[in-house]
């Protein structure tokens, strides 16, 4: 793609252009010689979802979540997989494109939210997967369901907030990209996958209600389990994911410059 393609500094309209082109780029580009294509996008989850399920439905005597089981962890799954690998591009997001990043003159920040965008449509694509496994093991849809679109704002926001933040910082600290990476490792046995908040005793209940995902996670999966409602941990991410905006906001706009300079 040239530069002129990505165009000069001008409205919302265009930068949403070159927010479209840049995204559906990354997306033909992932599935261009893949045979599967779109597959790949529900793949990981699902194996992660067979697995899990089994071990804690046919090996040990599962004590969280709710059944059916394996809806219960596809539902934050499928969540789960677009903050990781979008979370996972944000460490690479100025390297990889750095002579376009260098030379365009729409804003930086299109380089965060064109991962955001591209690994949210894959995650939008991976929800008719979600909706076959509630048909095959029956989980009926409540008023919930309502909450779902609440849930990808918070989500998007998040995740905005987080690009902001971790993007420009991989490119001044290298290390922090294989940091990164030992987070989100820990990230997922922190966060509500395998389990629900509800399951946690104390002190761990009120510790893990300040996980951000743990109230979205919470509203992905009141569609089917309206049981699962915690009202802390649903603040907690509103209030979370818009701090870690607005701090991302002011973190990307100080480190610009340095970050231009070192690439």
């Not at 995204?23 to 699902?46: C, K």
Request: proline share 7%; hydrophobic share 55%; net charge positive.
């Amino acid at each position: 793609m040239s530069t002129t393609t990505v165009g000069a500094p001008g409205t919302p309209r265009r930068y949403l252009h070159s927010l479209w082109l840049l995204s559906a780029r990354d997306l033909r580009v992932r599935y261009a010689t893949s045979f599967l294509g779109y597959l790949w996008s529900v793949l990981d989850p699902l194996v992660m979802s067979a697995i899990y399920w089994f071990v804690f439905t046919q090996v040990f005597d599962r004590g969280v979540g709710e059944e059916p089981y394996i809806v219960f962890l596809i539902t934050a799954l499928l969540p789960w997989v677009w903050f990781n690998t979008a979370t996972s591009d944000f460490t690479r997001a100025f390297r990889r494109d750095a002579k376009l990043v260098r030379s365009t003159a729409i804003p930086r920040s299109i380089w965060i939210n064109r991962i955001v965008l591209s690994k949210g449509v894959e995650f939008l694509c991976s929800i008719p997967v979600l909706a076959l496994f509630a048909i095959l093991f029956p989980a009926p849809v409540g008023w919930g369901v309502l909450w779902f679109p609440v849930a990808i704002l918070l989500q998007t926001i998040l995740l905005i907030g987080l690009g902001l933040l971790v993007a420009p910082l991989c490119v001044l600290f290298t290390d922090l990209e294989r940091t990164t990476a030992l987070i989100l490792r820990a990230l997922f046995y922190a966060s509500p996958v395998i389990y629900s908040v509800r399951d946690l005793p104390e002190p761990f209940h009120t510790i893990a209600a300040f996980n951000p995902l743990s109230g979205i996670f919470t509203l992905y999966r009141m569609a089917f389990f309206p049981d699962q409602w915690q009202p802390l941990p649903v603040l907690v991410s509103v209030v979370m994911s818009l701090g870690f905006l607005v701090l991302g906001l002011w973190v990307f706009r100080s480190l610009e410059r340095p970050v231009l300079k070192e690439l």
